[in-house]
Nanobody, 118 residues
Framework: QVQLVESGGGLVQPGGSLRLSCVGS????????MGWYRQAPGKERELVAR????????DYADSVKGRFTISRDNAKNTVYLQMNNLKPEDTAVYYC???????????WGQGTQVTVSS
């Protein structure tokens, strides 16, 4: 059974930082690209960042470039999202995703809430 478990969300003030983690199990983590998405109330789920299976070239949404960094440690089956200089508009539920032969709920974690507010 494929599992993705996110952690590290919480409440932070504008300008603060958080690091999200996603631990995968039930699949060979090192051969799949991984991504972070987010969904705010009333909005569609959107791509935040994507990282290839072996790291290297990464993709980011324009709204987070220069502030967020995606990374991975394949030995720990973990992908990270370092979020710096957080803004209120970053408030959302953040989800971990597998890019591969997975579909529906099998491709997503359960999400972790990030709230940026004074």
């Amino acid at each position: 059974q494929v599992q993705l478990v996110e952690s590290g969300g919480g409440l932070v003030q504008p300008g603060g930082s958080l690091r999200l983690s996603c631990v995968g199990s039930g699949f060979t983590f090192s051969i799949f690209d991984m991504g972070w998405y987010r969904q705010a109330p009333g909005k569609e789920r959107e791509l935040v960042a994507r990282i290839p299976s072996r790291g290297g070239n990464t993709d980011y949404a324009d709204s987070v470039k220069g502030r967020f960094t995606i990374s991975r440690d394949n030995a720990k089956n973990t992908v990270y999202l370092q979020m710096n200089n957080l803004k209120p508009e970053d408030t959302a539920v953040y989800y971990c995703k597998i890019y591969g032969p997975f579909s529906g709920n099998n491709a997503w974690g359960q999400g972790t809430q990030v709230t940026v507010s004074s």
